[in-house]
């Protein structure tokens, strides 16, 4: 009974050498902070891409772009999307430029696919903020981990140097203890790696989707008198 008691999460942590008592708190508090940009970006991705099928069914349902430009103007900061905003910045630069004298079509066309992609590239930073965070994580925790348990384990047999005999009852704690840092490493790493890849591809499918709307938009644009 004294063994199955000390060998309880809560006694193997308290027991633990100072070291792997910090890498524990240390993975710990990655691991929290992780899941924080997990929800946060879950939240932000699905958001993307509902405000982005949104706005491609209004842009392709209403060719009056100037209503449709009027009603992006209208809207909140929070009710508009990245693709809402491309078109913005694509069609507020093009009306500028079509009313300067002198400036022909290429450069015309040339300017408002380069306001269009300045923002593109404003808002594929912001889809794509945190997510080196968490590629950090899922590479790193498990070496931390492994730092905290080579430690404890050097610890347990250095404790047993001085004892003649060395039985279970004096080896598994030490070594227990030692694991429970490897475990908090897996533990911070295996969410952040499956969320990192996810919103990945998440972001490259949202990517593709704003270059060719800044192409079909340019098409469209060239065609109006």
């Known amino acids: 009974m004294d ?24 993975l710990l508090g990655v691991s929290l902070m992780s899941w924080w940009y997990i929800f946060l970006k879950m939240f932000a991705v699905r958001a993307a891409k509902s405000h982005t099928q949104e706005f491609e069914d209004a842009f392709w349902g209403n ?16 009710d508009q999307g990245a693709l809402e905003h491309i078109f913005a910045a694509g069609f507020a630069e093009f009306v500028k430029l ?18 269009m992609r300045a923002r ?50 004096q080896v598994a704690p030490g070594i227990a203890e030692a694991l429970v ?8 790493a295996i969410p952040a790696v499956v969320a990192y890849n996810r919103y990945v591809h998440d972001v490259a499918r949202l990517s593709s989707r704003f270059e060719s709307f800044i192409e079909e938009f340019s098409n469209v644009l060239q065609r109006q008198p």
């Open 63 to 78: 060719p009056n772009l100037v209503a449709l430009y009027q009603q992006a103007g209208s809207k909140l900061r929070h």
């Open 120 to 169: 593109y590239q404003r808002e594929m930073d912001h889809l794509e903020s945190h997510l080196s965070f968490l590629a950090t994580v899922g590479s790193v925790s498990p070496y931390i981990g492994l730092l905290g348990t080579v430690w404890g384990i050097m610890n347990a047999f250095r404790g047993l140097s001085s004892v003649g005999q060395a039985t279970l009852a």
């Open 3 to 26: 063994l199955i008691r000390d060998l309880s999460l809560v006694q193997l942590i308290g027991n633990a050498s100072l070291l792997v008592q910090l890498v524990m708190g240390l």
């Open 181 to 188: 840092a490897t475990a908090m490493g897996l533990f911070a």
């Open 98 to 115: 079509k009313k300067t004298h002198g400036v022909d079509s290429a450069a015309l066309m040339e300017g408002t696919r380069r306001a």
